[in-house]
């Protein structure tokens, strides 16, 4: 009885040790594991090392990544061990197709008799644990011959863990590169705003004649305004605003070439019909989209007062004479980039000493409060009326407060720009 009893006991001092070994080779591996997938740069690699150490804790005779895509399946070469790319991808059709289907994260079977797969080099048994947090189906395979033991709920803990620990490596992975993409695109954004900015006029008072002030604040990082301020040879200063469809990157970009255009065009003699005609016909011509398109209000103004204009679809220009009604400056074409040939008549009007012109886009009457009104035409007259003797750096300053103090926190839903040009005299 007592030596019964004492064999008993010896068994059971046996499998709790071999049990005990089991466990502490698992948290060995997985630890082991967890440090060197951490340093690992792709998701193959991560699948590669996973695949070799359960490989090896497991005595797998074989063994294999298999990626689902769709109906194709992607083995990569080097998660390929004990068998050849043909082999394990027909295995895997044979037998994954239904843990696909299932979401089961855990298939075992003997692929000679319950597959009847004749495939040379197959292996007689498959473990398959479906790799953890993924959105695409992934499968981590060991295989072994038929004179090997059959696999264990031993082994199939262990798959189990480390699938779940290369899921976790592959989510990581992803999410830092989502990190460094966003890192990326914002310092390309602050430096696309910072070209942008720079291709604004810095200097304003070209002529002592000429007192102006401008601003141009995009609703994004960059954006589809344009405003400049161009000397030009017969003792003239230009004044140009635009306004291009859309908004962000794709619309800064247009708006670059609008203004490379503008410069190229007023070397010569310039007369702004002309000059709206050709932006024209280069929009239609380079133009990819037929929605896209382009308002534009082209001035000069000379020593003697005479603002000379042309407009292609842009708002009103408001007139803010030193004595008098504040009024807008009449006429204009249609958009620019939109109509072969257009028709775009010429304006003039003479500024007294002390007068002011404002050029703006419909940034400025289109921004809303927090009601959803929304600033219009009217408010801007009527914030007009009250900028008379006022130089134009004070009234910019004035129109940018007026809008804040009515946006209150509602952010701008276009890009917004004001260029102002006041008339000293002679």
């Not at 161009?230 to 203004?259: M, Y």
């Not at 190229?264 to 050709?278: E, H, I, K, S, W």
């Not at 204009?332 to 500024?351: D, N, R």
Request: hydrophobic fraction near 40%; include cysteine.
């Amino acid at each position: 009885m007592n030596a019964a009893i004492h064999s008993s006991d010896r068994r059971t001092i046996e499998s709790l040790t071999a049990e005990l070994l089991t466990v502490y080779e698992e948290l060995s591996l997985l630890y082991a594991l967890s440090a060197e997938l951490g340093r690992l740069a792709t998701e193959d690699d991560v699948a590669a090392a996973s695949l070799r150490e359960a490989i090896e804790v497991a005595h797998a005779d074989s063994g294999w990544f298999v990626v689902c895509e769709g109906d194709e399946l992607r083995i990569p070469a080097i998660c390929l061990h004990g068998i050849d790319h043909e082999t394990a991808a027909v295995v895997s059709r044979a037998v994954l197709k239904r843990g696909c289907k299932t979401r089961a994260d855990l298939l075992w079977h003997d692929v000679v008799e319950e597959c009847s797969l004749s495939q040379p080099g197959a292996p007689a048994r498959l473990l398959a644990a479906r790799l953890g947090v993924s959105r695409v189906p992934a499968w981590f395979c060991l295989g072994r011959t038929m004179a090997s033991p059959k696999f264990t709920s031993a082994d199939q803990k262990l798959m189990t863990a480390v699938a779940a620990l290369a899921g976790i490596s592959f989510e990581n992975l992803s999410l830092q590169r989502s990190r460094l993409e966003r890192e990326r695109l914002a310092d390309e954004l602050a430096m696309a705003r910072s070209i942008q900015q720079s291709l604004l006029p810095q200097e304003f008072q070209l002529f002592p004649w000429l007192d102006a002030a401008g601003e141009s604040i995009p609703c994004y990082e960059i954006g589809g305004d344009y405003f400049d301020l161009i000397p030009l040879q017969d003792d003239r200063c230009l004044f140009v605003i635009s306004d291009v469809s859309g908004k962000g990157p794709a619309a800064a970009l247009r708006a670059a070439t609008v203004q490379g255009n503008i410069h190229a065009l007023c070397r010569g003699n310039v007369y702004l019909p002309d000059v709206l005609a050709t932006v024209n016909e280069a929009f239609l011509r380079r133009s990819s989209e037929t929605a896209t398109f382009v308002t534009m209000f082209l001035a000069t103004l000379d020593r003697d007062g005479r603002l000379q204009y042309a407009n292609g679809g842009h708002n009103r220009p408001l007139w803010i004479p030193a004595h008098g009604s504040v009024t807008e400056l009449q006429g204009g074409g249609p958009l620019v980039g939109i109509f072969p040939h257009p028709e775009f008549p010429a304006g003039s009007v003479s500024l007294s000493p002390g007068d002011l012109v404002v050029f703006y886009t419909d940034g400025v009457t289109d921004c809303e409060n927090e009601a959803g009104d929304t600033l219009d035409v009217e408010r801007l007259l009527s914030w007009a009326e009250r900028q008379a003797g006022r130089s134009a750096e004070e009234a910019r300053d004035e129109l940018t407060r007026e809008i804040a103090e009515f946006c209150g926190p509602c952010r701008h839903p276009d890009d917004l720009t004001v260029l102002i040009a006041g008339y000293r005299g002679q």
